[in-house]
């Protein structure tokens, strides 16, 4: 006798032969929406930027930074020019030197110089556009004003110093029209440049304080602090001032009882003069 159906439908399926359950799996994964690659946001660059991303357009580009930096501070360091002693940057002071040209010689204790940076190199004196002024209005707030402590001419009614004519004569002769360079030391309460100054004459470079003081025309600037010569240089200029008393040069052939040294005249006259520096 036939057991009685307790179900309504059998175990088996009746649509069919059963699939393997390897080929359900993967007719599972197959149906279900890729989710995944519907969320992914797109990664491909844009065929108008991809040239900006290749790497040799991104090396280009950082040796056209660096090279244009570097330019930029050595245009600011070595040839930016420097139009007067206010202008120059206190980072120079003991540490650089600045080139240019003699353009007046105002006293024997002072000149005027129009800075060239980079010198010949840099064009100055040959090629268009990169020459000196020689007009006094085109001059004008131009010029580095130096000072060295010489005889004093007359001015405003004060007699002139016993041997400042020939101090000027001699300084212009010297100097007017040259290339110098000068190691900046300071900038005085004037705005006037303290430091040491070289001229070529030959193949020899002079050093012009020196060779002013050997000649009889200077003296070394004496005061209780603040005094620059530079370095290791006061020796060598006491040196040549005692040579020039010794031998009568200059302001030195007077007699040494009416001597004046030329601090003294300044002091007595209330001439301005550096309180804190000399050119030595």
Same mark, same amino acid.
């Given at each position: $006798?036939?057991?009685?159906?307790?179900?309504?439908?059998?175990?088996?399926?009746?649509?069919?032969?059963?699939?393997?359950?390897?080929?359900?799996?993967?007719?599972?994964?197959?149906?279900?929406?890729?989710?995944?690659?519907?969320?992914?946001?797109?990664?491909?660059?844009?065929?108008?930027?991809?040239?900006?991303?290749?790497?040799?357009?991104?090396?280009?580009?950082?040796?056209?930074?660096?090279?244009?930096?570097?330019?930029?501070?050595?245009?600011?360091?070595?040839?930016?020019?420097?139009?007067?002693?206010?202008?120059?940057?206190?980072?120079?002071?003991?540490?650089?030197?600045?080139? *240019?040209?003699?353009?007046?010689?105002?006293?024997?204790?002072?000149?005027? $110089?129009?800075?060239?940076?980079?010198?010949?190199?840099?064009?100055? *004196?040959?090629?268009?556009?990169?020459?000196?002024?020689?007009?006094?209005?085109?001059?004008?707030?131009?010029?580095?004003?130096?000072?060295?402590?010489?005889?004093?001419?007359?001015?405003?009614?004060?007699?002139?110093?016993?041997?400042?004519?020939?101090?000027?004569?001699?300084?212009?002769?010297?100097? $007017?029209?040259?290339?110098?360079?000068?190691?900046?030391?300071?900038?005085?309460?004037?705005?006037?440049?303290?430091?040491?100054?070289?001229?070529?004459?030959?193949?020899?470079?002079?050093?012009?304080?020196?060779?002013?003081?050997?000649?009889?025309?200077?003296?070394?600037?004496?005061?209780?602090?603040?005094?620059?010569?530079?370095?290791?240089?006061?020796?060598?200029?006491?040196?040549?001032?005692?040579?020039?008393?010794?031998?009568?040069?200059?302001?030195?052939?007077?007699?040494?009882?009416?001597?004046?040294?030329?601090?003294?005249?300044?002091?007595?006259?209330?001439?301005?003069?550096?309180?804190?520096?000399?050119?030595?």
């Amino acid at each position: $006798m036939p057991w009685p159906k307790l179900w309504s439908s059998s175990t088996k399926d009746e649509s069919g032969p059963q699939k393997p359950l390897a080929e359900k799996a993967t007719d599972s994964w197959d149906s279900k929406p890729a989710v995944h690659d519907q969320q992914q946001p797109a990664t491909s660059v844009p065929p108008q930027l991809r040239a900006f991303t290749q790497p040799e357009t991104i090396l280009a580009a950082a040796i056209l930074t660096t090279v244009s930096v570097g330019t930029y501070k050595l245009y600011k360091s070595y040839l930016r020019r420097i139009p007067q002693a206010i202008n120059i940057n206190p980072g120079f002071f003991r540490r650089r030197s600045i080139v *240019g040209q003699v353009t007046s010689v105002g006293d024997g204790d002072n000149f005027r $110089m129009y800075h060239t940076p980079g010198g010949r190199l840099a064009g100055w *004196g040959w090629f268009p556009g990169r020459r000196v002024p020689v007009n006094k209005k085109d001059l004008k707030d131009q010029t580095v004003h130096w000072w060295i402590d010489a005889p004093e001419l007359a001015h405003f009614g004060r007699p002139a110093q016993p041997y400042a004519q020939e101090a000027l004569d001699w300084l212009t002769a010297y100097i $007017m029209g040259r290339r110098v360079r000068t190691y900046v030391y300071k900038a005085d309460q004037y705005s006037r440049v303290v430091g040491t100054v070289y001229v070529w004459k030959g193949l020899v470079r002079r050093d012009v304080s020196l060779q002013m003081l050997r000649a009889g025309l200077a003296t070394i600037y004496e005061a209780k602090s603040g005094v620059e010569f530079g370095r290791a240089k006061e020796e060598r200029y006491r040196r040549a001032e005692w040579w020039a008393k010794t031998r009568r040069k200059g302001m030195w052939a007077a007699n040494r009882k009416d001597y004046e040294s030329p601090r003294e005249y300044k002091t007595r006259h209330g001439v301005g003069s550096p309180q804190d520096g000399t050119k030595q």
